[in-house]
């Protein structure tokens, strides 16, 4: 029987975002982490540092790659930009929504909100999956028997998750739907290119 390299992959949700004007930030430049969001990136990098890391690659936005900097250090490592490790698109970047409110709820949005399951809003699903997923084997390969992290963003994080365990891909655009809190880990281990199982941790939380 041929051998096979088992892999770790573990997928990073960025930081809190400094953002006191509460601007939907999507993939506009300059967003960087608050000071709790780099707590909770060193966070992230503690729980990482015992690991078996021998590749860092990130998002090419800037709370991405803020975050992956102290996971790099801990292993004396570079961080490399992946472009499909990229936040989603969608029409609302830009716009300001109070706490508590959202896009949802403004009548002049609801005409880009008529097919959820594509999202009418933005990148479909299918295709935030297929670059993740994409990304995701490239780290793999990149780090064959060891393991890699990948620093991304919420609801790419969730859609790759949701691709990698059969699960539909949509779903409601609500944090509380999504399993990927602030500086989350998600971990997926693969025998040569076959996943063979995957865990969530936050530790921030712990």
Same mark, same amino acid.
């Given at each position: 029987?041929?051998?096979?390299?088992?892999?770790?992959?573990?997928?990073?949700?960025?930081?809190?975002?400094?953002?006191?004007?509460?601007?939907?930030?999507?993939?506009?430049?300059?967003?960087?982490?608050?000071?709790?969001?780099?707590?909770?990136?060193?966070? /992230? $990098?503690?729980?990482? !540092?015992?690991?078996?890391?021998?590749?860092?690659?990130?998002?090419? *936005?800037? +709370? =991405?790659?803020?975050?992956?900097a102290?996971?790099?250090?801990?292993?004396?490592?570079?961080?490399?930009?992946?472009?499909?490790?990229?936040?989603?698109?969608?029409?609302?970047?830009?716009?300001?929504v109070?706490?508590?409110?959202?896009?949802?709820?403004?009548?002049?949005?609801?005409?880009?909100?008529?097919n959820?399951r594509?999202?009418?809003?933005?990148?479909?699903?299918t295709e935030?999956?297929?670059?993740?997923?994409?990304?995701?084997?490239?780290?793999?390969?990149? /780090? $064959?028997?060891?393991? !890699?992290?990948?620093?991304?963003?919420?609801?790419?994080?969730?859609? *790759?998750? +949701? =691709?990698m365990?059969?699960?539909?891909?949509?779903?409601?655009?609500?944090?509380?739907?999504?399993?990927?809190?602030?500086?989350?880990?998600?971990?997926?281990?693969?025998?040569?290119?076959?996943?063979i199982?995957?865990?969530?941790?936050?530790?921030?939380?712990?």
């Amino acid at each position: 029987m041929a051998e096979t390299t088992r892999t770790t992959v573990h997928v990073v949700r960025h930081g809190e975002v400094h953002n006191p004007d509460q601007v939907l930030y999507g993939r506009l430049p300059d967003f960087h982490l608050s000071d709790r969001g780099r707590r909770q990136a060193q966070s /992230a $990098a503690e729980w990482l !540092a015992g690991h078996d890391v021998a590749y860092v690659v990130a998002s090419p *936005l800037e +709370r =991405a790659q803020e975050t992956a900097a102290p996971i790099a250090a801990t292993h004396g490592l570079d961080v490399d930009v992946d472009g499909d490790l990229i936040e989603s698109w969608n029409q609302f970047e830009g716009e300001k929504v109070a706490p508590g409110d959202g896009a949802l709820r403004d009548p002049r949005n609801w005409p880009k909100l008529r097919n959820p399951r594509r999202p009418s809003w933005g990148e479909p699903y299918t295709e935030v999956a297929a670059r993740m997923t994409a990304a995701l084997h490239r780290a793999r390969t990149r /780090a $064959a028997g060891h393991e !890699a992290v990948c620093v991304s963003h919420q609801l790419p994080v969730e859609t *790759l998750r +949701r =691709a990698m365990t059969g699960r539909a891909l949509a779903h409601l655009p609500l944090p509380h739907s999504r399993l990927c809190n602030l500086a989350s880990v998600t971990s997926f281990t693969f025998d040569g290119d076959q996943l063979i199982r995957w865990g969530y941790s936050e530790p921030w939380g712990l």
